[in-house]
């Protein structure tokens, strides 16, 4: 969103503005952050503003004429309304100052080359989670949407968290995948005439399913179990949960948040035996050692 002048800022503050927080700033600068609420587009925005004093100590108004979209998250590790790209800082900076993972009591299935062997995994057990994990770029949320496309077929309701991707993105990699006749083969045995026929029944195949995504910047086992019941308690109920792309960092130091990551594993795994719903979590993997 771009602001073009002071009338407009000062337009979307006294009537779209949520909260107002001032910013640390050195001395002669006031700096405050304003969150406002663009109903049209149901999204939250930041504006950065304030007052700039000049050498005769008259303070000026200033804007960054670029408002950045937010979201508002809360997480064990901080509060408040940020960007995607301070989200992945934020994640940076707690794992540097907790140290590496060790993940020897953890089952982990492991991803490379943009394959998974399927045989270590028992699809049919809801007892417990699904976890996969591996390097950056090693096919992980192409797993994800996999395996979202054959609940998707079978009329079952997903319900999926890509925490390091948008709904947008989501959608462009199921369009991808299904636009391979072999896979549209899953879904269908009807041939297609030509490329917009085609198109047209991947994007009604979409658009009928049950799949929700739910897209949010940082979140937390509340956030994730929260939305699970309720989502369980609608009409199209709950049968299949995605949480895609937690962040690990693996290594021989045990980390001072590991009891806090085999809670979050251990409630997941109660509450999907609860709601009587499959749970996939992918990761990805840093090694530290």
Not at 110 to 120: A, W
């Given at each position: ?8 800022l ?41 007052e700039?004093?000049?050498?005769d ?41 907790r ?23 028992e ?129 021989n ?35 530290n050692m």
């Amino acid at each position: 969103m771009k602001i073009s002048n002071r009338g407009q800022l000062i337009h979307l503050i006294n009537n779209w503005g949520v909260e107002t927080n001032p910013v640390n700033s050195k001395p002669g600068t006031n700096i405050y952050h304003t969150i406002i609420y663009d109903k049209k587009k149901d999204k939250y925005y930041r504006i950065e503003w304030g007052e700039v004093a000049d050498a005769d100590k008259v303070y000026h108004l200033w804007y960054n004429d670029e408002a950045v979209e937010v979201q508002f998250n809360k997480s064990r590790w901080k509060n408040g309304w940020f960007t995607k790209k301070e989200v992945k800082k934020i994640d940076a900076e707690e794992t540097q100052k907790r140290g590496v993972l060790n993940m020897d009591n953890f089952l982990l299935h492991n991803v490379e080359n943009n394959l998974v062997n399927i045989n270590e995994i028992e699809n049919s057990n809801f007892n417990k989670i699904q976890l996969i994990g591996g390097k950056t770029g090693k096919g992980k949320t192409w797993y994800s949407v996999n395996k979202a496309i054959e609940a998707m077929k079978d009329g079952k309701t997903v319900l999926f968290f890509p925490i390091e991707n948008t709904t947008e993105e989501i959608i462009r990699r199921i369009k991808k995948i299904l636009a391979d006749t072999r896979a549209l083969s899953w879904i269908t045995e009807k041939r297609f005439e030509n490329e917009q026929d085609k198109d047209k029944f991947i994007d009604d195949f979409i658009k009928n399913s049950k799949l929700i995504i739910n897209e949010n910047y940082l979140i937390d086992d509340n956030y994730i179990v929260n939305t699970m019941r309720k989502q369980s308690k609608t009409e199209e109920g709950l049968d299949f949960v995605i949480i895609d792309g937690i962040n690990l960092v693996l290594g021989n130091t045990e980390l001072n948040n590991y009891e806090d990551f085999e809670r979050i594993q251990n409630l997941l795994e109660d509450v999907s035996h609860e709601l009587k719903c499959q749970t996939l979590i992918t990761t990805q993997i840093n090694r530290n050692m």
